[in-house]
């Protein structure tokens, strides 16, 4: 069975939404691997790896409440680029900020980086409804 790319070509703010965060995730892809070899190149220690998801795991939480209240009482759109322009803008900055042998800039950013995923979250999920209808999602 192929998937049906009709949406795609039906709704053009689906299709900008969809291939934004094509974008998007591959981005944070890139993190997802950078962060760990970083603090790993930095300290030789699992564990301080290990403590990346920890440190992540707080603020995606804690701030995955607050996204979600955003998201129904603000533009969700705005949101979600706002968030995203500020994830890209971390990304950019991430090689001049982690070039010291610390790896508490590391930390910093993952914490960084989780709680805007957290806020963004719920009004990207929000949108694809509003954008397409049910019988075509």
Not at 77 to 87: D, F, S, Y
Not at 105 to 133: E, K, M, N, Q, W
């Amino acid at each position: 069975m192929w998937i049906d790319l009709s949406p795609l070509r039906k709704y053009p703010a689906f299709r900008n939404l969809y291939f934004g965060q094509l974008v998007s995730v591959l981005g944070t892809s890139l993190s997802f691997v950078a962060l760990p070899y970083d603090v790993y190149r930095k300290t030789g220690s699992t564990a301080s790896v290990g403590l990346i998801g920890v440190i992540q795991l707080v603020p995606l939480v804690l701030t995955g409440f607050w996204g979600g209240a955003l998201a129904d009482s603000g533009n969700r759109v705005r949101l979600v680029i706002g968030c995203e322009l500020a994830l890209a803008f971390g990304y950019a900055l991430y090689p001049a900020v982690t070039q010291g042998p610390s790896p508490m800039p590391c930390y910093i950013l993952a914490g960084i980086f989780a709680a805007l995923s957290g806020i963004h979250r719920p009004a990207l999920d929000s949108l694809t409804p509003r954008l397409v209808p049910a019988e075509e999602i």
